[in-house]
Structure formats: C-alpha cells, structure tokens
C-alpha cells in the first residue's frame, strides 16, 4: 500500500528566507505524480506544485521549487522569499493509477508560518 | 465558473439523524472526490466519481455513507445514524482527466459536520 509522510508537524520561517518541507513516500507502482496542496487557514486547499515521476526535472512555479528523489522516493517543497501569505497547511499528495482506479493519498501536513 | 462549491458550510446534528452534503464541481470536470478530514490530518479518501460512475470506495465508507452523482454532474454524500466520530471536515474536490494522465484536483471550502 502506498503511504506518505511528512515528518515536521510544525516549521517557522523569517519573511524573505527560504524554508524547505520534506515529503517521503513509499510506492510499488513506477509511474504516478507527486503534489504539494497549501491549505490556508479557513480556506480552500490549493495546488501549489505537481511533479510527473517519469520526468526528471524538478518542477518549479515561481518562488516554490521542489527536490524530487525518485529512488530514495523523497520529494521535498523549497519556498524561496517566503511570504507572509504563505502560511499555511502544506500538506503532500500522492496519486497512482492501479486497478483501473486513481488513488490519491494524503501526508498529514506541516503547518507552515512566515514570521514578520 | 466560480470553481468547486459545497453546501452546507455548517452542520451541527444530533447523534443517530441523517445528514446530507452537496458538492458542485466545476462544470467540465468529469471526476468529483470526496474526502474527511479531521483535526490535524490531511485529507482522507472517501470515494471517486469518474462522470456519474462510483469507480472506488475507501474502506472508511461504512454502511452508514452513500455517495451518489446521478447526472454525472453535482453529487450529494449522505450519512445517516450519525455518530460523534463523524465529526469532521468533509471535501469534494473535482478534477477533468482522460485516461492515463493526471489532473490537479480543486477543492471546494469543505462542509463542516458536527455530532452532538
């Protein structure tokens, strides 16, 4: 069975430093694609980055970068120039396609907050 | 389209009566996802909707939930003999695929259930 974990319940970062969130995974499967979801507080869960596995570049979208190890299966987010918007519950997501059925699975997050 | 609604936001029901929640995807996706979450945790898979068929239901779906998505199009999640332990976040998250490829999920604001 696939499972997700994110090993730092809690992290806190200076405005305009950079912070990293790790992510480790464990999956039979070969091909699937990996994401991190920021949950502000009392709002909607929103994408902030996906990763294909069968792609070897790490993904970025502007300040957020990811480290993808898909051998050691890690996939850690970089936050570069954090912002005071950016926290937030981040939370990592894995989804295979087995059995004829997509599967998506969820970390238990890190709750990030950017301190002024 | 203003993305992925639910409704109701709120709901405080007594133990044992029936509840049931509404998601409105965005109107082009085909597959609809319905998740728990509680406290501290990410989101939990329920159950998976690819256009108006149930493709897959997590054990956590027990006798007392039913998903349905008549028309392919909204779909309702009905609890009924609620129990204190169904106390949680409940979201719907809707997503366009074809077959073979990923598609990033978006999520509505949630349905808050509260038991007494």
């Known amino acids: 069975a696939q499972t997700v974990t994110q090993s730092q319940p809690e992290m806190s970062v200076q405005e305009a430093e950079t912070v990293t969130l790790s992510c480790t995974y464990d999956t039979s499967e070969n091909n699937y694609y990996l994401f991190w979801y920021k949950q502000p507080p009392s709002r909607q869960m929103i994408l902030v980055i996906r990763q294909e596995a069968y792609k070897q570049q790490n993904a970025t979208e502007n300040r957020f970068s990811v480290n993808f190890q898909k051998a050691a299966k890690s996939f850690s987010l970089k936050i570069s120039d954090s912002q005071l918007g950016d926290t937030a519950m981040y939370f990592c997501?894995?989804?295979?396609?087995?059995?004829?059925?997509?599967?998506?699975?969820f970390g238990t997050g890190t709750r990030l907050k950017v301190l002024a | 389209d203003t993305g992925v609604s639910q409704n109701p936001r709120h709901k405080i029901t007594k133990r044992g009566q029936n509840v049931t929640f509404r998601c409105d995807p965005i109107s082009e996706h085909n597959r609809l996802y319905w998740y728990r979450q509680t406290l501290g945790q990410g989101p939990e898979f329920l159950t998976y909707f690819q256009n108006e068929a149930q493709l897959e239901k997590s054990r956590l779906l027990s006798d007392r939930f039913s998903a349905e998505r008549p028309k392919g199009s909204f779909s309702t999640l009905e609890i009924q003999r609620t129990e204190q332990g169904d106390s949680a976040m409940y979201l719907c998250?809707?997503?366009?695929?074809?077959?073979?490829?990923?598609?990033?999920?978006?999520f509505g604001p949630g349905t808050r259930l509260t038991v007494t």
């Open positions: 997501a894995f989804m295979g396609f087995t059995s004829g059925t997509y599967k998506y699975i």
């Open positions: 998250a809707s997503s366009f695929g074809r077959p073979g490829v990923s598609s990033e999920q978006y």
